[in-house]
């Protein structure tokens, strides 16, 4: 999915952003308009290896707040289908207990929405 890369004053990374979803666009367009620095999916986190040491379960969040040292993942799936990322986000506090990382639902999304007038449609 390709989508409009406005020109960010708050990014932090190299490369401009290639956001998967409409809502990762929104949060990077109220975190930038409101001065927070912000990366896009820097770091990639090895959750599991098989036998050999080859990475078999890895998490990348979406965004990383130097600021206030967090990673956020944003996830609009339906309810039922997170399990799999609540997995991961466990399974990286398990494994990384010193990284602060918060999972942000599709109602959190939704209220920023309402809050902030984002459009979130794909």
Not at 18 to 43: H, I, Q, S
Not at 47 to 73: K, V, W
């Amino acid at each position: 999915m390709i989508l409009e890369t406005p020109d960010f004053q708050a990014y932090r990374g190299q490369e401009p952003p290639r956001f998967a979803n409409k809502a990762e666009l929104e949060c990077a367009k109220v975190l930038d308009y409101y001065g927070v620095p912000w990366d896009y999916e820097p770091t990639t986190f090895v959750l599991e290896e098989d036998a050999d040491g080859r990475t078999t379960l890895a998490f990348t969040p979406d965004f990383f707040l130097p600021e206030q040292d967090l990673y956020l993942e944003i996830t609009v799936m339906k309810q039922r289908l997170v399990t799999r990322k609540n997995r991961k986000l466990r399974k990286l506090r398990e494994r990384y207990p010193e990284v602060q990382a918060k999972l942000f639902y599709k109602r959190d999304i939704e209220r920023l929405a309402e809050r902030y007038q984002l459009e979130l449609a794909s």
